[in-house]
């Protein structure tokens, strides 16, 4: 099983990025998928889910209007798009798959860093 995180970098106040997580391994679409984020000293917060379907999605009330979850069952990827980014936005970025409490995964990470 594998996921694997891109499209973290630098970018600018107000800026926007596109994460993508590659997921293998295992049958994506009966998986929900979630990004967390992390900083250094703080636990993981959830940032974004979004069902099997894509049909149903929820997100931290940090970023609703500015972050959008996506998935592309054919593809077995989940996206992030993320718009008007803030320094507060600034973490290592988590992929996330679960079925169950016993059956889920975690990505490597990617960071993301907000800064002028």
């Known amino acids: 099983v594998q996921l694997v995180e891109s499209g973290g970098g630098l970018v600018q106040p107000g800026g926007s990025l596109r994460l993508s997580c590659a997921a293998s391994?295992?049958?994506?679409?009966?998986?929900?998928m979630s990004w967390y984020r992390q900083t250094p000293g703080k636990e993981r917060e959830l940032v974004a889910t979004i069902s099997g379907t894509g049909g149903i999605t929820n997100y931290a009330n940090s970023v609703k209007g500015r972050f959008s979850i996506s998935r592309d069952n054919a593809k077995n990827t989940v996206y992030l798009r993320m718009n008007s980014l803030k320094p507060e936005d600034t973490a290592v970025y988590y992929c996330?798959?679960?079925?169950?409490?016993?059956?889920?995964?975690w990505g490597q990470g990617t960071q993301v860093t907000v800064s002028s």
């Open positions: 391994g295992f049958t994506f679409s009966r998986y929900g």
């Open positions: 996330y798959a679960r079925r169950s409490y016993y059956d889920d995964y």
